[in-house]
């Protein structure tokens, strides 16, 4: 008998209205929109409103990928958050959003895996639901990075922006997730982190001062990284779905540079023409990167039914991963 899989039923986003380009920031650090988009790919990113937090943009995309699920909020029964701006430490962002959206019957966490968090989060879900613990999942990928930039800082204020993206998870008959390539390495912690503000260094005078709730990022090295691992992840979920990259019609990455992104492809021996991009408009949101990416290739029908694509990711922690699907809607 066909092992049921666990599929994409429903896909949502949500954009802050507010564009910051690289000529806004040019009056803001010492930088210049040819630097930006020669050493990134990025043009502009969005703002979230100094009233909302993620669980807003989080609750907003979560909405429409429901709709498109054509589920009410009262019948989800897991809810996971990726993200790595919560609106507070505890409780969940999850929790925030499910009440925000109604969905009373949901288990709700948060998933901290940085710009891979929305892979890892897809990943858990698709275990809960083949498993049989829930029948459905909401998974949102939501960050407010312009809360923690620190907006004197060139090196890191150009490369984020503000976003969410969202998708309902259900069994499917046709299609579905095939397989999940997940890693990760705590050595090399300290290249991208937030110092301040956790048990390890709690808030106080001379941290603010210090400007040290902002975050930190050692750029070249995690480049390397990038690269090397982003590559790993899609050829080894490829591999555990017996397939190559011949067989892939869109990868559709986590977007911090557009170099990283060429290098992967090159690296695989992947056309740019088969890697979804929109990092001009966005830059870097971290965990909603992918989850925003995927909702813009159905939305602008890159993808059709039985499409073979690939969602890669890579971050902080080191975390990174990639999961294969089938597409089915
Ligand atoms: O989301 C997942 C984790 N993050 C990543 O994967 C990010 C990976 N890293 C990168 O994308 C790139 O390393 C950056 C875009 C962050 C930086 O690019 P780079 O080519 O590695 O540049 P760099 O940091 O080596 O800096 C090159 C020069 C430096 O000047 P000097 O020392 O050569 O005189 C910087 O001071 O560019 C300077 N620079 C800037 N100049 C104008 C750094 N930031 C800026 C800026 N505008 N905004």
Redesign the pocket.
């Known amino acids: 008998m066909k092992k049921e899989r666990v599929g994409i039923v429903g896909v949502g986003a949500y954009l802050p209205e507010k564009i910051l380009t690289n000529y806004d920031l040019e009056k803001m650090?010492?930088?210049?929109d040819e630097?930006?988009i020669t050493?990134?790919g990025i043009k502009e990113r969005r703002i979230a409103s100094d009233q909302d937090a993620a669980s807003d943009l989080g609750a907003r995309a979560a909405e429409v990928a429901l709709k498109d699920a054509g589920l009410t909020p009262e019948a989800i029964e897991l809810l996971i958050c990726a993200t790595i701006t919560p609106d507070m430490l505890f409780p969940s962002t999850a929790c925030f959003i499910q009440r925000k959206i109604k969905a009373k019957n949901a288990v709700c966490f948060d998933i901290s895996a940085?710009?891979t968090g929305y892979i890892y989060a897809l990943n858990i879900a698709e275990h809960f639901l083949k498993n049989g613990t829930y029948r459905n999942a909401l998974v949102v990928g939501t960050e407010k990075l312009s809360a923690i930039t620190d907006w004197k800082d060139?090196?890191t204020c150009?490369?984020f922006g503000d976003g969410a993206g969202a998708v309902v998870l259900k069994k499917v008959k046709q299609g579905g997730i095939i397989s999940t390539y997940l890693g990760s390495d705590g050595e090399q912690a300290d290249l991208?982190k937030i110092p301040a503000g956790g048990s390890r260094m709690p808030a106080s005078l001379s941290t603010v001062e210090a400007r040290l709730h902002f975050l930190k990022?050692e750029?070249?090295e995690?480049?390397k990284h990038?690269v090397r691992l982003m590559a790993e992840a899609a050829e080894k979920a490829l591999a555990q779905a017996g397939l190559t990259c011949k067989d892939v019609a869109y990868l559709i990455p986590?977007q911090?540079?557009i170099?990283?992104l060429q290098a992967v492809a090159k690296k695989i021996g992947l056309p740019m023409e088969k890697i979804y991009l929109n990092i001009e408009k966005y830059g870097?949101m971290?965990s909603a990167s992918t989850a925003v990416a995927l909702y813009e290739t159905v939305k602008f029908k890159k993808i059709k039914k039985g499409d073979i694509i690939v969602l890669v990711a890579?971050?902080?922690g080191l975390t990174w991963g990639a999961t294969v699907i089938e597409w089915a809607q």
Request: proline share 0%.
């Open positions: 650090v010492e930088t210049s630097w930006i050493r990134t940085a710009c060139r090196s150009v490369l991208l990022m750029g070249t995690l480049f990038a986590h911090a540079n170099r990283i870097n971290s890579f971050g902080s």
